[in-house]
């Protein structure tokens, strides 16, 4: 089992995911300190290409959209980010909007993961 990289790459992502969580559970308890920037984790993509792990584009339009990824947190830079008058940048509705995103990678991550291994037990039979 060790040549199927499918499991090897959900793993990964599953870490990733557990680590944005955790940020974004961090920037909604720090919500109100003052002075608190929030933070975010590198792209997924990013990630896959540190670690020498390229996707393929099957079709036009394949993953189009961007996840975030594995790295420790880091203070997001955004242009559009409002930092409130006492320095704190958390919006609780961006945090929100961010932990469905996870949510639902996460979701999407099981359900292949569980596909799969579904294929392979059928093609042991």
């Known amino acids: 089992m060790s040549g199927i990289g499918l499991f090897g790459v959900a793993f990964q992502q599953a870490q990733w995911l557990s680590v944005r969580q955790t940020a974004i559970a961090e920037n909604v308890a720090n919500a ?15 990630v896959l290409q540190k670690a020498g792990l390229d996707l393929s584009l099957t079709t036009p339009g ?13 203070a997001e830079r955004d242009k559009d980010i409002k930092v409130s008058a006492s320095g704190n940048s958390v919006s609780v509705e961006r945090e929100l909007i961010k932990a469905d995103e996870v949510n639902r990678a996460y979701a999407l991550n099981t359900n292949v993961v569980k596909t799969f291994h579904k294929m392979l037990l059928m093609s042991v039979k």
Request: proline fraction near 14%.
């Open 32 to 46: 109100s300190t003052p002075g608190y920037r929030s933070v975010d984790v590198e792209p997924f993509d990013t």
């Open 62 to 74: 394949h993953m189009a959209t961007g996840m975030s990824g594995i790295r420790p947190p880091v």
